[in-house]
């Protein structure tokens, strides 16, 4: 029984022009992995360690950028508005 990695390569040599659909769709599933990753680990509203820090959200700096992306936004000119817990 052939391995499935050698029928995708004896497809592909027979249809070339599945190359780039291959690519684009292995590119999405790698960004959109790296994007869970990355939410899973740097997002304030994830506690990994429920006993040392349980509320992670209350212990975030005030100019601290949890976000990926934000428009006219320079989170070093923040103040703080919000009271210690």
């Avoid at 390569?9 to 190359?19: F, G, W």
């Avoid at 994007?35 to 005030?62: C, F, H, I, Q, T």
């Amino acid at each position: 029984m052939p391995s499935v990695l050698g029928v995708v390569a004896k497809q592909l040599r027979s249809h070339p022009a599945l190359i780039p659909l291959f690519i684009f769709i292995g590119g999405g599933a790698t960004m959109s992995m790296m994007y869970l990753g990355r939410l899973a680990l740097k997002n304030p509203d994830v506690s990994w360690d429920r006993k040392n820090n349980p509320e992670p959200w209350n212990k975030m700096d005030v100019n601290h950028q949890y976000k990926l992306f934000t428009v006219n936004m320079d989170y070093s000119k923040l103040k703080k508005d919000r009271p210690d817990f």
